[in-house]
């Protein structure tokens, strides 16, 4: 009930964005986890074919995010995003009626622009919706993207009980619903007129040192963030020998962020700067996986050994419910408003490529933990990412370096009258 009292706090525009975050993520969780499976049980397509398929959705996706950004800033959020779900409409059908691998390939790299298109615009028109309250907007996109994440998978596995193109086909149509409301209810935004080029743009961003070096710093929150995926499910999977264990990590996560996340930033941000608890919530998601670390070595135990891991499962999701509004308030503050699609865009292709060789190393970490009989490796590799990327945070706060807290509307207008007097 929270949660609904404080989403009709806020302007149309943007409870119609928590709502399409919530389908955006249902949807894509609906087709994604089970889209490798269809291409090679189904179609018999090679794990090399596979691969290519999937690496060309993520870095259709993750390349080109600074253009979705820029598109945003020059041509105006609401239209890149509604283009977006567009897009991920017609590629997510392609995945549901096309077997051929050229058809599969358009399918990956139209679903992966559309996340490029709309991830950046998406942040960029909620910055300038929620106005002062960018912080609890953003905990709000949070649980609904979470909730997303959680129901998707669920409705996927049920659909597939049919076959993989039911699925996919209504993956589809949740992004063509979400399309059709946005056209119909987001209402426009002119975007700031700009007098250099989209080079200048990008060059301005990236010579803003400050925040490439907090773009880096988040190379922990990201890189431990995918373990959700990876090693918190390998860890739980392996505790109680039952593969349907995985889905206790998101169902821990899901509540925690359903009962937590406005309490938690609405709470945190009366009492200390953006910065000190980013820095908090990044050295809470590295401490997370110590639990886990302490029984990795220790023979299947069962339910017991269980406990660790969820443990730390919900330690992280309470660090990502910690630092990550504050992370994505601060961001547009970094610049102009003009460049607000285009620092978000830059912010996740610098981090994202960060938290890749971030997942590397986990994953080489794994590896040789389990050759060479230390299942406690990969975990305390985890662990210090994110204390390193909280003291890179913290680094940059005591130097001064990053923006500060958001002025008040009512106290910017005096302020403004003054220096015009």
């Not at 803003?208 to 860890?235: C, I």
């Not at 001064?400 to 106290?411: K, R």
């Amino acid at each position: 009930m929270r949660t609904w009292h404080e989403m009709r706090r806020f302007p149309l525009a943007v409870r119609l964005l928590l709502v399409n975050q919530f389908g955006v993520n249902t949807g894509f969780y609906l087709l994604v986890p089970y889209l490798a499976t269809h291409l090679g049980e189904n179609l018999g397509l090679s794990a090399a074919v596979v691969g290519l398929v999937l690496g060309v959705r993520n870095l259709s996706q993750q390349g080109l995010f600074l253009i979705g950004g820029s598109a945003a800033d020059r041509l105006g959020a609401r239209g890149v995003i509604i283009t977006g779900c567009a897009l991920r409409t017609l590629g997510f059908a392609l995945f549901a009626l096309g077997d051929g691998l050229p058809v599969l390939l358009a399918a990956s790299v139209l679903s992966g622009l559309a996340g490029a298109l709309f991830n950046p615009a998406v942040r960029a028109y909620l910055t300038q919706e929620a106005g002062e309250r960018k912080a609890e907007a953003f905990a709000l996109f949070n649980v609904f993207a979470t909730a997303g994440a959680l129901i998707g998978p669920l409705l996927g596995g049920a659909l597939l009980l049919a076959d993989f193109r039911t699925s996919a086909l209504t993956a589809a149509g949740i992004f063509a619903v979400l399309t059709v409301a946005q056209a119909l209810v987001l209402p426009a935004r002119k975007a700031e007129p700009s007098a250099g080029s989209v080079l200048t743009d990008w060059r301005e961003v990236v010579g803003n040192r400050t925040f490439l070096a907090f773009a880096l710093a988040m190379v922990g929150l990201f890189t431990l963030e995918s373990q959700l995926y990876l090693l918190l499910p390998d860890g739980v999977r392996r505790a109680t020998g039952w593969d349907g264990a995985a889905g206790l990590v998101f169902l821990v996560g899901t509540l925690a962020n359903l009962a937590l996340q406005l309490r938690i930033t609405r709470s945190l941000k009366a009492r200390g700067s953006r910065a000190r608890w980013i820095a908090a919530g990044l050295a809470l998601t590295g401490l997370a996986f110590l639990p886990p670390a302490a029984v990795a070595d220790s023979p299947p135990g069962g339910w017991l050994d269980a406990v660790p891991v969820l443990f730390g499962a919900l330690l992280l999701y309470v660090g990502l419910m910690v630092a990550t509004p504050f992370v994505m308030e601060l961001i547009p503050d970094f610049g102009r408003p003009g460049l607000t699609g285009t620092y978000f865009g830059i912010f996740y292709v610098v981090s994202g490529v960060a938290a890749a060789v971030g997942n590397t190393a986990v994953g080489w970490a794994m590896d040789t933990g389990e050759q060479g009989g230390s299942g406690w490796l990969p975990w305390v590799c985890c662990a210090l990412f994110g204390l390193a990327s909280a003291a890179g945070v913290a680094g940059l706060h005591r130097r001064g370096a990053l923006p500060g807290p958001p002025v008040p509307a009512a106290a910017a207008a005096p302020a403004e009258q003054r220096s015009t007097a």
